[in-house]
């Protein structure tokens, strides 16, 4: 069983930067990790996804060259760096973990049912 725990969001002004981390409580090294969205009355949404070692990552397009996904598996962490954020960028931003993938590819990445660890969210705001 692995505990995620997002923290870093807040109030920030459009065109600023949040780096949001999300620290896991046991070992992450295997596991594809993404982050989702939630926007007030809208479905979650993916963001960005990345492989257990960082090689490869996947990124919505509304977001691609704005945000970077990262992880550091010794402190069993995952980032994302948000820069140039606009108002359609604030929700509730959740990390997951998929524990069955090991070692395995972004195949699906996007998909929320693809993750069986969730974290309990953090929240981000932009204002215009």
């Known amino acids: 069983q692995v505990q995620l725990v997002e923290s870093g969001g807040g109030l920030v002004q459009a065109g600023g930067s949040l780096r949001l981390s999300c620290a896991a409580s046991?070992?992450?090294?295997?596991?594809?990790m993404a982050w989702f969205r939630q926007a007030p009355g809208k479905e979650r949404e993916f963001v960005a996804a990345?492989?257990?070692?960082?090689?490869?990552?996947y990124y919505t397009a509304s977001v691609k060259g704005r945000f970077t996904i990262s992880r550091d598996n010794a402190k069993n962490t995952m980032y994302l760096q948000m820069n140039s954020l606009k108002p359609e960028d604030t929700a509730v931003y959740y990390c997951?973990?998929?524990?069955?993938?090991?070692?395995?590819?972004?195949?699906?990445?996007?998909?929320?049912?693809?993750?069986?660890?969730w974290g309990q969210g953090t929240q981000v705001t932009v204002s215009s």
């Open positions: 997951a973990a998929d524990s069955r993938s090991y070692y395995g590819d972004l195949s699906s990445s996007d998909l929320s049912s693809s993750y069986n660890y």
């Open positions: 046991g070992r992450i090294n295997s596991y594809t």
């Open positions: 990345i492989t257990w070692g960082g090689s490869t990552t």
